[in-house]
T-cell receptor
């Protein structure tokens, strides 16, 4: 089965720090996503990428950037962390194109606390 | 504006009963709709997918319906068990580049 691995399960950072959240998938999926999940708000799409070096903004990209230098790795960057970015961050991937299966595979999530 | 609404934030039912969860959407034209299960502290796990031209899909004790006229999907768990307790999320796909989720319904099945 597909494995999506997020580098940290829990992370505590200080306001103003630059934060990197890493995500790696092992099934050669083209599309990768970053969501944040907050109580009562569900999963909100931050950014997605449909190919190496390609990125598209989701619904809430402000304060975030992403990097996809290799197909298997999709990084989320908080340029200057703020307390309102305290959240659960979830990475996901999906196959597309001729092998599309329309099923998202998620990592276990990173609970980020910004103090 | 676009919205995906899961009508109940929480649903409590007795073991053995059928749980019915609702997902409504506005200003979307989904090619398919999916349901995911999420346990506390874990990422969501895919359960079922139903396409726009399908009315109903079943998998073991799970049944999903999709009404594109009403812009609604219903998710049923029959003969519910305490192990079914989790948060259930619906998601819309207009294409593989664009997956949006509802806020989820937290289901508790009491023995």
């Amino acid at each position: 089965d597909v494995k999506v691995t997020q580098s940290s399960r829990y992370l505590v950072k200080r306001t103003g720090e630059k934060v990197f959240l890493e995500c790696v998938q092992d099934m050669d999926h083209e599309n990768m996503f970053w969501y944040r999940q907050d109580p009562g708000l569900g999963l909100r799409l931050i950014y997605f990428s449909y190919d190496v070096k390609m990125k598209e903004k989701g619904d809430i990209p402000e304060g975030y950037s992403v990097s996809r230098e290799k197909k298997e790795r999709f990084s989320l960057i908080l340029e200057s962390a703020s307390t309102n970015q305290t959240s659960m961050y979830l990475c996901a991937s999906i196959q597309s194109g001729v092998r599309a299966n329309e099923k998202l595979f998620f990592g276990s999530g990173t609970q980020l606390s910004v103090l | 504006s676009q919205k995906i609404e899961q009508n109940s934030e929480a649903l409590n039912i007795q073991e053995g009963k059928t749980a019915t969860l609702t997902c409504n959407y506005t200003n979307y034209s989904p090619a398919y709709l999916q349901w995911y299960r999420q346990d506390p502290g874990r990422g969501p796990v895919f359960l079922l997918l139903i396409r726009e031209n399908e009315k109903e899909k079943r998998k073991e004790r799970l049944k999903v319906t999709f009404d594109t006229t009403l812009k609604q999907s219903l998710f049923h768990i029959t003969a519910s068990q305490p192990a079914d307790s989790a948060t259930y999320l619906c998601a819309l796909g207009e294409n593989n580049n664009d997956m949006r989720f509802g806020a989820g319904t937290r289901l508790t099945v009491k023995p």
